[in-house]
């Protein structure tokens, strides 16, 4: 069974809006972490964020990490059309990490 | 210039066929993968392996197997393919040793079982 779980499963948006992703998981974690994937490619390593942190920021994006609630969030500011695609949380050991099931973005220009 | 290169992308194949897809990074990482994605998009992981152990995913058939000539290359194999292992399969790699935890992923190789 998947670890992640993401919500909404797709999210259609028009360019320049913010879209929101949102990622729960069942087991405590040391890390989590989101991966873009395009079309016919492989997974994207975006960014990570630890247990300790509540709050990361890499360019145009934002993770939120609530470790009470067993969820995380993925916030893409000022959206471009390049960022249709699907995202993922993953969790797990350095050896073993899990994905979610994803969200599909659709950033319509 | 790719780090984690795959071939073949596109593989098309009979039943009952036995069929190797190879896997190369040169990232120097010590830890490679391979993962299966189904047509609903879910990721599972199939093998984690570094020069000193492999690590099984259980519910994977045994006649899929890597092998590993070197610490650069992983390769799948899968014997007897069933209309069910039809799926796109990515290799991946990372470095454990040093406290890396994002992986790099290869571009794919899209099986298809007739």
């Known amino acids: 069974s998947q670890q992640g779980e993401e919500d909404p499963q797709a999210l259609s948006i028009q360019e320049g809006e913010n879209a929101t992703m949102n990622c729960s998981y069942k087991?405590?974690?040391?890390?989590l972490q989101w991966y873009r994937q395009n079309s016919g490619r492989g997974l994207v390593h975006l960014i990570l964020?630890?247990?300790?942190?509540r709050e990361k920021h890499s360019g145009r994006l934002r993770v939120t990490l609530d470790t009470s609630k067993k969820s995380s969030s993925l916030l893409i500011t000022a959206s471009r059309a390049a960022d249709t695609a699907s995202y993922f949380c993953?969790?797990?050991?350095?050896?073993?990490?899990?994905f979610g099931s994803g969200t599909q973005l659709t950033v319509l220009p | 210039d790719t780090a984690v290169s795959q071939t073949p992308k596109y593989l098309v194949t009979q039943m009952g066929n036995d069929k190797s897809i190879k896997c190369e990074q040169n990232?120097?990482?010590?830890?490679m993968y391979w993962y299966k994605q189904d047509s609903k998009k879910f990721l599972k992981i199939m093998f984690s392996?570094?020069?000193?152990?492999?690590?099984i995913n259980e519910t994977v058939p045994n006649r899929f197997s890597p092998k590993s000539p070197d610490k650069a290359h992983l390769n799948l194999h899968i014997n007897s393919l069933e209309l069910g292992d039809s799926a796109v399969y990515f290799c991946?790699?990372?470095?454990?040793?040093?406290?890396?935890?994002?992986?790099?992923f290869g571009s794919g190789t899209r099986l298809t079982v007739v």
């Open positions: 392996y570094n020069n000193k152990e492999l690590i």
């Open positions: 991946a790699s990372s470095q454990v040793r040093t406290g890396g935890y994002g992986y790099t």
């Open positions: 990232l120097g990482h010590d830890t």
């Open positions: 964020i630890r247990s300790n942190e």
């Open positions: 993953a969790t797990g050991s350095a050896r073993q990490l899990t």
């Open positions: 087991t405590s974690i040391n890390n």
